[in-house]
């Protein structure tokens, strides 16, 4: 049985419109369609659901993106084990009805999916149109032949993520992006079918446009291919036109164009331009294609690093996994922005979308924010990390997976590197890893490996020449971007270096051999592609301060009662460094381009150094729920020309305490500590090397203060004071103003204060929340790495006396009451608008 009519009205018409903006640039004949709206969905083993007649109409409709997995429970047993998060894998299934009336015999409709996770089967009226095994592509299908134009066509998506561990840190389970749907002539410009290339001389741009024309149909055409330039006025700025001979299945023809004085893209001003492709026969607009792009110059030079435009700069970069905290994979783009925000607004200027090709979103992000980014393809090639990852399809689907995330991603001014890989086993002759449990697989990447297993001499073997392959595709689909793989084998002889065919030498920590680089690279540029992998916890403090924990101390089961790491810059991976011992050799190294710190964000899974209960990463300068560690200051104060003074741990021990306070400070010379208003004495970063100042004091209740001075003039004061009893919630929402579209976002930060408004930073009430309006509760976490309480429900633990609620906004305009309680604290609701 099917869908009742309203609802295949209401979810699956295919509405003829054409997009705004489209329509604003003059380009109207292509139909693309968000396609997110009003699927069917069940998690089940069988794959009865495949056929069309199967009666869905007991099933959960959601709209996209989606996460299964995120909604679930953690759980000891879960396959992907705590490095995958905990959480549920499973198989399910997505249905949705496609009804057409369509009367011409030439349209074709295209359904095109970000991405899936993992092992999509796209059924269309019962059919299999096509399968694809990679969780992190993005993918689509020629429907039309399958398709009956004059009536009601089902989509059944399988989608399975059974077997499992197949990856290192947590992925998610479903349709975790957008997908759309798009509908097109016969003649078209093919799917990333435009390549625009720039090259500036003399202030003027030259644009060279690969276009790829699909003729499926088998006739040939004689067409005019229109190719426009547009501002951000929209006002044309160039443009150029070729009439030839398109025979079937299609041909590639290039174009150029001149332009005069172009604005270039940089990281203060990311100046985006569009181009329109227009496919015209006999005066009518057949198709068209709009893509974005920017102009500027890239460059790494052997002794200076980077160059953007000709500027030398740091890249001073972090790597990212897909998920959004609480809202697990599924994509949001408000989500996403928050995150970029606060990376930017920490001072870095470049993402690393590790380890695998990431949502759209990203980098359309990274182009209209100015962020450079790294666009890496996968974290294993032939040789597994975990039981069933991309290894068992590395054969088959490499060079497709790859040539499409080129070929999908090429044209973002923000993309400054490819990535073929991360840590791939094949940087060494032999591995040993199959037989070693999930939790050690990192352990087993970082430790140094016998020489033996890497080939001595100048010649190549298989894995060189693998690497060689890989790179030749990248370079056949994109010549014009340099190539590097994120290595951790820093000797010569690693066989990704030895294949020749990595133009920017690059290391995963090892920082100690930076030194060597030189010698041991002659004439090569360099990057640090993944750095640190500093462990922390927010809110909690190890002292003394001074003492370094390299952790885990033995493989692990490692434990330590607490489930905690030290917010002090004090612990990390035994491979890895405090924050602060990688920045001072980037920071003194001109010929380092830069590097890319483990991690911006903490991530679900993979919680080195511990085990079940924890289930998510340690290693981000901001926690899972949002909130910055305080090393996120370290940073700002040196990568941002903000005034930065932030002192730290907060201000309530026990009486007779030893504490240890750091200061981190910019944009002064001195920075003097009081308790109480009594001088616990003047303190400088005496040399370049030194990035905080510290003092150890006995505790007294009242108050810590910080007065920084520049040439004996107080520039910047800050105190903390201890907090008294847990009196009242504070909510503190990121946005009160949201879209009412369904997918709009607000971040309520939730804190628990004494009467007088201080964080009380041991509380760990449990909140309770409420709505009224048009709106859902999306999400709620705390940042703990080891809470087992659920992500998506309306209650929350504060930890280190924070939480943290994601409203949702609803699709009709609203005000939207959020109202939080607790036993023993006055309640508070505040108002957000949705419009
Ligand atoms: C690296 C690896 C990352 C992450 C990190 C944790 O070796 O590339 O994916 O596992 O270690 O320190």
Redesign the pocket.
Known sequence: MKTSSYLLFRYSCFVVISLLWFCGLGCKASERHLWDEGWRFSLRQDDKPQQSAFDDSAWRLLDLPHDWAIEGDFYAQNPSGANGGALPGGKGWYRKHLILHENDATSRYVLHFDGAYMNTSVFVNGTLVGTRPYGFISFSYDLTPYLDKQGDNVIAVKVDNSQQPNS??YTGCGIYRHVYLSKSTDIRVAEWGVHAISKVKKGIGNLTLNTQIENPGGRSRRVTVRQKLWNKAHQVVAQTSKTCKVEAPGTTISQHMRVQKPQLWSLSSPYLYTITTEIIENGRVLDCDTITTGIRTVAFDVAKGFFLNGENIKINGV?LHGDLGCLGAAINEDALYRQLVMMKEMGVNAIRC??NPPAPELLNLCDSMGLLVMDEAF?SWMQGKTAYDYSIYFKTWAERDLRDMVLRDRNHPSIILWSIG??VLEQWNKTKNATVALEN??IL??NSRDKATLTQGDSLNLNAKLTQVLAAIVRRYDPTRLITA?C?EVSPDNNLFKSGALDVISF??HQKKVKDVPQDFPGKSFIMT?TV?ALQTRGYYRMPSDSLYRWPTHKRPFTEPSFMCSSYDNCC?Y??STHEQTWDIVKHTPYCSGQFI??GFDYIG?P?PFNFPARS?Y?GLIDLAGFPKDTYYMYQSEWTKKPVLHVFPHWNWIEGQTVDLWCYYNQADEVELFVNGKSQGVRRKSNEHEYHVAWRVTFEPGEVRVVARKNGKVVAEKTRRTAGAPHHIRLTPNRKVIKANGRSLSFVTVEVVDKDGNLCPWAENNILFSLTGNAKIAGVDNGSPFSLERFQTNERRAFFGKCLVVLQAGRTPSTIQLTAKSVDLAPQTIEIISE
Do not use: M
Request: overall charge negative.
């Open positions: 290192r840190w790597c590790s380890h974290d991360n840590e697989v990192n990447l970082n994120g951790n995963n920590y993944e992998s991976a491979w890895g483990w991690t993979e080195t990463s290693f």
